[in-house]
């Protein structure tokens, strides 16, 4: 299908996923609906407040073809991964720094999973600090935190809390081949928001910067080996556009995409660090 999807979005997830200047920076693949219902718009912006899987659900049920779920927190997606299957439907995630290109991005192009996974198993440590603005929940930092951690590391094993408090976390475990790592969660007004990822090894490593989706500035992946230091290719894409692209991809071509399967794995995750 070539053409225009009509996009309906309700005041709180036009906020929380940039709706607005998202779709504007589309404007020959999505245009808004007269009406926010579900099922009155080929695709659904809901806000991934908790209880967003049965906003979802009840989209699919209503004809949805496609739905965006901003920055989700961490939830059940199972009932929810099945019924989009059986309708058809496409459900992509918009994370806050998971989405990001610069960490998954085009299998055409060199990205922060490649480099990380490329040399993960000469690997010595991960370290890597999530910033936000005061006032955030660091929960939900932590959830964005770890799924971008999941995005460019894979499985994360003995996964446990060593602080948390009114300020932030740290939290420690170990990758695929054994080697430690340290996740730290810091809010202040000192830093810019984002997450710094860097990955160390016998003979240099990689580093990994991602902003917030509403910056102007693009993530930067870094490798280093015993030929000096590389930089990546720089993607000016947000989460946000990225997510929105991968959406038309899929409803285009009539396939399903894997963002729920990727997303209980964090909610697993999440779930058990929760219960320590």
Not at 48 to 68: D, L
């Amino acid at each position: 299908m070539s053409g225009q999807y009509t996009v309906a979005a309700g005041p709180v997830a036009r906020e929380a996923g940039a709706v607005t200047p998202t779709m504007a920076s589309l404007p020959e693949t999505f245009g808004p609906a007269q009406d926010t219902q579900a099922g009155t718009a080929d695709v659904l912006v809901v806000a991934g407040v908790p209880g967003w899987t049965a906003e979802a659900a009840s989209a699919v049920a209503a004809g949805t073809r496609g739905i965006v779920v901003a920055n989700p927190v961490p939830e059940d997606t199972t009932q929810l991964a099945a019924a989009a299957g059986a309708a058809g439907t496409a459900v992509v995630l918009d994370l806050r720094w998971a989405s990001n290109p610069a960490l998954v991005g085009d299998a055409a192009e060199p990205d922060a999973r490649d480099a990380v996974r490329s040399a993960a198993g000469t690997a010595s440590l991960l370290d890597s600090v999530a910033t936000a603005a005061q006032g955030t929940d660091p929960q939900r930092l932590l959830a964005d935190h770890l799924a971008s951690l999941l995005a460019v590391c894979g499985p994360l094993d003995a996964v446990r809390v060593l602080r948390r408090g009114a300020t932030g976390y740290t939290v420690g475990g170990r990758l695929a081949n054994g080697a430690p790592f340290t996740a730290q969660g810091v809010l202040t007004p000192a830093r810019a928001a984002g997450v710094d990822i860097r990955l160390y090894t016998a003979d240099g490593g990689v580093s990994v910067q991602v902003p917030d989706p509403g910056a102007a500035w693009p993530a930067e992946v870094r490798v280093t080996g015993p030929q000096g230091e590389l930089l990546l290719p720089t993607l000016y894409e947000s989460a946000h556009r990225s997510a929105w692209r991968r959406l038309k991809d899929h409803l285009r071509a009539g396939t399903s995409p894997d963002d729920l399967a990727g997303f209980a794995r964090l909610t697993d995750l999440y779930t058990t660090l929760a219960a320590t």
